[in-house]
């Protein structure tokens, strides 16, 4: 998170001693897409800025939602955000990628604005370690007792006959997901928002939330399990 | 070691399955566990079936078609971003 560190220390005597005529210690790190951009940033270049924005402007959108009240906030912290990363260009040191670097400042000052909105209720949610006693999976579907504790009592079904692209073809089943995935709680939200709709990688998005990848797992899997959960209630009541 | 698949299956739960699936999926269940589970899921079609729920609830997701998203202040932003470079 280092680059996100940075970036909020604000120093502007700081970020142009930073700007450095060949590559910095850790940039070689990047990919060359990632490195190409920066440089083309750094330059001024107006296209690069705008297709910087058009890559990832709905993703901080999706993410700002999960952190606070309203649409209007999501869209005032994404502007900030972008302002940030305008000013702290030269500050990037190239230890992430650029887009976990983006992210990082995102959720950094999503979360400030929901502590600052006073909304307790996401804030505290977000920062408290799951309850780990509770499972994913219901425990009423496995045997409780007896030989066969521990295994299926109630096993899925197979959706042999479905994939993900028949049933999104469905508006009812795209409404559907929407709202399972609209109803997570923001803990839950924001990693299958990271990992599954933007792909992240799970090192990034532990990174970004500052999160142990054993504590990323859970998060994910519990809200996959809720979408699942969805998924097989929509093909049931279809039946 | 001979150890007969349901023998094999036994040493992990179905509800210890169902709740490393997505570290399972990614690799990232360790590796002990892992072989258990690859174990276990030829064995037991209710725990095949979940892992396979799970894998296209990943894609799923993935494919969610997603809502456009326009700047609110696009003029505001690109201006900054000129003023930047200006001043170096
Ligand atoms: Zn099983």
């Known amino acids: 998170m280092n680059g996100v ?44 800025f705008d297709s910087l924005v058009a890559k990832h402007h709905g993703a901080l959108i999706r993410m700002a939602m999960g952190f606070v009240a309203d649409r209007e906030v999501a869209e005032e912290v994404t502007q900030d955000t972008w302002m940030t990363v305008i000013q702290s260009l030269d500050l990037f040191e190239g230890r992430s990628s650029l887009r976990s670097w983006i992210f990082g400042i995102l959720i950094h000052k999503a979360k400030d604005r929901g502590m600052r909105e006073r909304r307790h209720t996401v804030f505290s949610a977000l920062e408290s370690i799951d309850d780990e006693g509770e499972e994913a999976v219901d425990p009423a579907r496995f045997h409780q007792s007896g030989e066969r504790a521990g295994h299926w009592a109630f096993p899925p079904r197979p959706w042999d006959d479905q994939t993900p692209e028949k049933l999104l073809a469905s508006k009812q089943a795209v409404a559907a997901m929407r709202r399972a995935i609209d109803a997570l709680p923001p803990t839950l939200r924001t990693v299958l928002v990271l990992r599954d ?16 990848e054993t504590n990323l797992y859970v998060r994910l899997h519990r809200a996959r399990e809720r979408v699942r959960q969805a998924v097989e209630t929509y093909l049931k009541d279809r039946a | 070691m001979t150890q007969s698949g349901e023998e094999a299956a036994s ?10 699936t997505s570290a399972y999926l990614d690799a990232c269940a ?22 396979k729920h799970i894998a296209f609830v990943r894609r799923l997701v993935g494919l969610l078609p997603k809502a456009p998203e326009a700047l609110a202040d696009p003029d505001g932003l690109r201006g900054a971003f000129v ?3 200006r001043k170096q």
Do not use: K
Request: charge should be negative; glycine fraction near 8%; hydrophobic fraction near 40%.
């Open chain 1, 5 to 48: 560190a940075g970036a909020h220390t604000g120093s502007s005597g700081q970020s142009l001693s930073r700007v450095a005529p060949t590559m910095s210690a850790t940039e070689f790190l990047l990919t060359e897409d990632d490195h190409m951009l920066i440089t083309r940033l750094r330059r001024g270049e107006e296209a690069a």
């Open chain 1, 197 to 212: 709709m933007e792909g992240v990688e799970s090192a990034d998005v532990c990174a970004m939330l500052q999160i142990t």
């Open chain 2, 30 to 51: 360790g590796d002990g566990r892992n072989a258990r589970i690859v174990l276990h899921l030829a064995v037991c079609a209710g725990c095949e079936a979940y892992v």
């Open chain 2, 11 to 20: 040493e992990i739960t179905c509800r210890e399955v169902a709740e490393w």
């Open chain 2, 83 to 85: 003023a930047r470079h």
